[in-house]
């Protein structure tokens, strides 16, 4: 399996929503930060990946620290970390009153009419939800904006088929529909991610670059297809074929971290996915992500989590069986 693959199947979105708005010139959504927990020990699917569809018209979407994200029909934007940013009609809906879209988002709406008395302009917005225990290393190496520009792409039959479910649902609803928007949402999130890190001209100065990088992103692979073997940065130097400076210098600027603590959190990750996904006990989860006793292994996870493994599984068990 892939990085990338790699990490979508740890996010592991538990909900989705979404609403299709008919919007209107002068309007404007404004997102504040997403809500995050107390501690890494809350159970519950609490952090917000948001994204848009434009269906048709004209928008742009600003966040502070970027430039303005102009949206043009068909265009996707995904917003992973949950930043706080507005989308609108553009500069003059700073006038218009704006509507707070998570708090919207949240009494889950299927159609909404609002703005002005301009052009008309048609958008799909939604979110999955998932828990931050989980997905928290993974979103933290995503881009704080993601987009694609259908238009420029040639190949968007998965994503059409995204937009073709989700309207069909919305038109039609059968038996299973929360579920197949729920699928639907995941993939509209991996081929925007999958076309992001794809594209030729985006600015490299996110984690995916790291995937692109041919040192980087054979460290990265070779990581997540091997957790468990007894790496150490002259191992991982020797086996994409650079020096342990060159690596340990190549992976830091792009990845943000040392190899080996990356190597950590990511053996943590799968540590968590495994308590939480599977009834195997710690000495086997220990050998699974690398760690040859499970002493060694709960000192790891009170080290990232904050909670020992089993009081975690706890928490999350006793969290599904409550609907939290």
Same mark, same amino acid.
């Given at each position: 399996?892939?990085?990338?693959?790699?990490?979508?199947?740890?996010?592991?979105?538990?909900?989705?929503?979404?609403?299709?708005?008919?919007?209107?010139?002068?309007?404007?959504?404004?997102?504040?930060?997403?809500?995050?927990?107390?501690?890494?020990?809350?159970?519950?699917?609490?952090?917000?990946?948001?994204?848009?569809?434009?269906?048709?018209?004209?928008?742009?979407?600003?966040?502070?620290?970027?430039?303005?994200?102009?949206?043009?029909?068909?265009?996707?934007?995904?917003?992973?970390?949950?930043?706080?940013?507005?989308?609108?009609?553009?500069?003059?809906?700073?006038?218009?009153?704006?509507?707070?879209?998570?708090?919207?988002?949240?009494?889950?709406? $299927?159609?909404?009419?609002?703005?002005?008395?301009?052009?008309?302009?048609?958008?799909?917005?939604?979110?999955?939800?998932?828990?931050?225990?989980?997905?928290?290393?993974?979103?933290?190496?995503?881009?704080?904006?993601?987009?694609?520009?259908?238009?420029?792409?040639?190949?968007?039959?998965?994503?059409?088929?995204?937009?073709?479910?989700?309207?069909?649902?919305?038109?039609?609803?059968?038996?299973?529909?929360?579920?197949?928007?729920?699928?639907?949402?995941?993939?509209?999130?991996?081929?925007?991610?999958? $076309?992001?890190?794809?594209?030729?001209?985006?600015?490299?100065?996110?984690?995916?670059?790291?995937?692109?990088?041919?040192?980087?992103?054979?460290?990265?692979?070779?990581?997540?297809?091997?957790?468990?073997?007894?790496?150490?940065?002259?191992?991982?130097?020797?086996?994409?074929?650079?020096?342990?400076?060159?690596?340990?210098?190549?992976?830091?600027?792009?990845?943000?971290?040392?190899?080996?603590?990356?190597?950590?959190?990511?053996?943590?990750?799968?540590?968590?996915?495994?308590?939480?996904?599977?009834?195997?006990?710690?000495?086997?989860?220990?050998?699974?992500?690398?760690?040859?006793?499970?002493?060694?292994?709960? $000192?790891?996870?009170?080290?990232?989590?904050?909670?020992?493994?089993?009081?975690?599984?706890?928490?999350?068990?006793?969290?599904?069986?409550?609907?939290?």
């Amino acid at each position: 399996m892939d990085a990338l693959s790699q990490m979508l199947r740890i996010l592991r979105p538990e909900r989705a929503s979404f609403f299709q708005a008919e919007l209107n010139a002068p309007w404007r959504f404004t997102a504040p930060p997403a809500v995050k927990p107390p501690a890494p020990s809350q159970p519950g699917p609490q952090q917000l990946l948001l994204y848009y569809h434009l269906v048709e018209g004209n928008c742009t979407l600003e966040m502070e620290g970027l430039a303005p994200l102009v949206l043009t029909s068909g265009d996707v934007a995904l917003v992973p970390k949950g930043d706080a940013h507005s989308i609108g009609s553009g500069p003059q809906a700073i006038s218009c009153e704006p509507v707070d879209l998570q708090a919207l988002l949240l009494r889950q709406p $299927r159609q909404l009419r609002t703005g002005g008395s301009g052009p008309a302009s048609r958008l799909i917005c939604g979110y999955l939800a998932c828990d931050p225990a989980l997905c928290g290393q993974v979103l933290s190496m995503l881009p704080r904006l993601a987009s694609v520009r259908v238009a420029q792409d040639g190949q968007i039959g998965a994503l059409q088929a995204f937009i073709v479910s989700a309207l069909a649902q919305e038109s039609s609803p059968q038996p299973g529909a929360e579920w197949v928007l729920a699928k639907a949402s995941e993939m509209l999130l991996a081929e925007t991610l999958r $076309r992001h890190l794809a594209s030729p001209t985006r600015a490299q100065d996110d984690w995916l670059a790291g995937l692109r990088d041919h040192i980087v992103g054979r460290c990265l692979t070779v990581m997540y297809d091997r957790p468990a073997d007894k790496w150490t940065l002259d191992r991982l130097a020797k086996e994409v074929n650079t020096s342990r400076s060159v690596l340990a210098l190549r992976f830091t600027r792009l990845v943000g971290q040392s190899p080996m603590s990356y190597l950590t959190r990511w053996r943590m990750t799968l540590a968590a996915d495994l308590l939480y996904d599977s009834s195997l006990g710690l000495t086997r989860i220990a050998e699974e992500v690398g760690y040859e006793t499970d002493t060694a292994l709960i $000192r790891a996870f009170r080290r990232e989590f904050g909670t020992p493994p089993a009081a975690w599984r706890r928490a999350r068990l006793a969290g599904a069986n409550t609907g939290q």
